[in-house]
C-alpha cells in the first residue's frame, strides 16, 4: 500500500515538473512575442487614394454612412483584410472605416526587375558584392529576374540563363526596378529621417544622405514610399528632388527615366574627370572632363554613379560630382614662355617700278547675218502632194507603208506619183492613194 502511495507521488511529482520546465520554455517565447509587437506594428501596409474624392464609408457597401471624403493623394493605413473589394483603413486625421479597393493605389512590389544595358549585351553576375569577385555568369539585357535582397548598391538576385537558373550579385545600376526614381537632397548636406510612416510623427527608422539615389514605390500627398541605401519607409517630398510633387493619377509604378544634375568637382582645378565605360577604374576611359561640367546621374551609388554627359552614356567616380552645384573653378596648366630674340632694324623696301602699258583693242568685223527665208506651213487636210525621194536616201522610188510605225510595206511608187493628205506629221504622213490610206515619211512628201 505505501509502495503504491509512493508511486502515485512520484507520478504526480515528475508530471509537475513537466509542467514546470514547459511554462519556463515558454517564457522566452512570450517574451520575444512581446519584443516583436511594435516592430509588427511598423510593418503596416498603408496606400494612396486615386481618382477623385473618395468615402470613408461606415461598412463595406456603397449604401452604408459615409464618415468623410478624401481627395487623391491621401494617405490611409490597411488595418486588415479586404471584404469583398473593401479595405478596412484608417485615415490620417483617425477616422477607421471601409474604402472600396478599386480606388486605392498601393506600393509596387520591387521583388522583381529587368536587366538593363544601355548598350545591349550582356551583364555579370557576382559571387559577391563588388567587381572584385568571380563571375558566376553572364545575363542577357532585357532578362526578367527575381530581387531576393535589394542592397544600397548591390542586389542578390535570381536569374533564368538558357543554362538554368543561377544566383548571385549584379550592381544596382544594371537592374530596372519598374518604379521611379529620386534623390535625397538637402540644403546643406546632411542627413534625411526614414519613417515608418507617412507622417512625422512617426519615429525614424534611420537616415539617409543627401546625394542618395533611391527608388520611389509609392507617391501621395507631401509623403512618398521609398526604398534605397538599405531601407525602406516614407520620406518628405521637401527633401526629394528628380521627382516633383504632384500626385496626379498616381499609379505607383512612374514613368519615363529622372535624372539629378550633377558637376564634375575635381579636388584640383587642373585636373580631368575620367567617363568609364564600366564601373570600374580598370574600365576604358571614354571621356575626360574638367571641373564644372554638367552631367546627367541616372543612377548614384557610393562609389560609381551612372551618367550622362551629352549623349555619351558611362559611369562616373561619385566622390568627384557636386550635386549642390558648388565646384572649384577649373584652369588650364601654364606652359613655358618662348625666348625673347634681338630686334633688327626695320628696311623700307623700294617699290618696283611699274609700266603701264595700254592694250591695243581688237579688230572687231562686223557680219550682217542674211535674212532667213520664212518657213512654209504644213500642208492642210485635202491638199494634193507629190511623192519624192528624200534629199538622204538616194534611189527614184518611195515607198509607202500600211502602218505609221513605216514596219508594213504596201507598195512602191516612182517620183513624181500624186496623192492627197490626210494628216501631216514631223516624221510621219496619213496620206490617200489609189484610193487607199496609206503611211509615208514625212522627208518623202513634196508640197
Known amino acids: 500500500m505505501k509502495a503504491s502511495r509512493s508511486f502515485v507521488l512520484y507520478t504526480q511529482a515528475k508530471r509537475l ?70 479595405w478596412p483603413v484608417r485615415t490620417m486625421d483617425g477616422k477607421t472605416g471601409y474604402m472600396a479597393g478599386n480606388y486605392l493605389t498601393f ?33 542577357t539585357s532585357g532578362t526578367t529576374v527575381t530581387i531576393l535582397n535589394d542592397s544600397y548598391e548591390w542586389n542578390y538576385i535570381s536569374a533564368p540563363t538558357a543554362n538554368g537558373t543561377y544566383t548571385g550579385y549584379m550592381h544596382d545600376s544594371f537592374i530596372d526596378k519598374g518604379t521611379s526614381t529620386a534623390t535625397v537632397t538637402t540644403r546643406y548636406g546632411g ?29 501621395g500627398n507631401g509623403w512618398y514610399q521609398i526604398s534605397g541605401g538599405g531601407l525602406t519607409g516614407f520620406m518628405s517630398t521637401s527633401y526629394l528632388s528628380g521627382t516633383g510633387s504632384t500626385v496626379g493619377d498616381n499609379t505607383g509604378s512612374g514613368g519615363g527615366t529622372s535624372y ?25 576611359s571614354i571621356g575626360q572632363y574638367r571641373n564644372g561640367t554638367q552631367v546627367k546621374v541616372v543612377a548614384y551609388g557610393s562609389t560609381w554613379c551612372e551618367v550622362y554627359v551629352g549623349t555619351r552614356h558611362g559611369y562616373m567616380m561619385t566622390q568627384y560630382l557636386s550635386f549642390d552645384g558648388n565646384y572649384l573653378p577649373p584652369s588650364y596648366p601654364s606652359y613655358p614662355s618662348y625666348p625673347s630674340y634681338p630686334s633688327y632694324p626695320t628696311v623700307t623696301a623700294t617699290p618696283p617700278l611699274i609700266t603701264y602699258i595700254t592694250p591695243t583693242p581688237p579688230l572687231i568685223e562686223y557680219i550682217t547675218p ?11 487636210a485635202g491638199t494634193t502632194i507629190s511623192l519624192a525621194p528624200s534629199a538622204a536616201g538616194g534611189g527614184s522610188a518611195i515607198n509607202v507603208y500600211n502602218d505609221a510605225s513605216l514596219t508594213s510595206l504596201k507598195a512602191t511608187y516612182s517620183n513624181g506619183t500624186r496623192a492627197t493628205m490626210l494628216t501631216y506629221g514631223e516624221n510621219v504622213c496619213m496620206i490617200l492613194i489609189d484610193g487607199g490610206v496609206a503611211y509615208v515619211s514625212t522627208w518623202n512628201v513634196n508640197y
Open 17 to 86: 515538473v513537466k509542467i514546470v520546465k514547459k511554462k519556463l520554455f515558454r517564457l522566452p517565447a512570450l517574451f520575444a512575442l512581446l519584443v516583436l509587437l511594435p516592430v509588427m506594428a511598423l510593418a503596416a501596409d498603408f496606400a494612396v487614394v486615386r481618382g477623385g474624392r473618395l468615402n470613408l464609408r461606415e461598412y463595406a457597401s456603397t449604401s452604408s454612412r459615409s464618415l468623410g471624403l478624401y481627395s487623391t493623394g491621401s494617405w490611409v493605413r490597411i488595418e486588415g483584410q479586404a471584404i469583398n473589394g473593401w
Open 260 to 284: 539629378t544634375v550633377a558637376y564634375v568637382n575635381n579636388p584640383r582645378s587642373t585636373q580631368v574627370l575620367n567617363l568609364r565605360e564600366r564601373p570600374s577604374q580598370s574600365s576604358r
Open 370 to 380: 542674211k535674212p532667213q527665208q520664212p518657213t512654209p506651213e504644213p500642208p492642210a
Open 191 to 219: 542627413k534625411v529621417n526614414v519613417r515608418p510612416g507617412p507622417s512625422s510623427s512617426y519615429n525614424s527608422i534611420g537616415s539617409l544622405p543627401s546625394g542618395t539615389r533611391v527608388n520611389v514605390l509609392l507617391k
Open 107 to 139: 506600393a509596387a512590389t520591387g521583388n522583381t526587375g529587368v536587366v538593363r544595358y544601355a548598350n545591349g549585351g550582356y551583364v555579370n553576375l557576382r559571387r559577391g558584392p563588388s567587381l572584385d569577385y568571380q563571375i558566376i555568369t553572364r545575363v
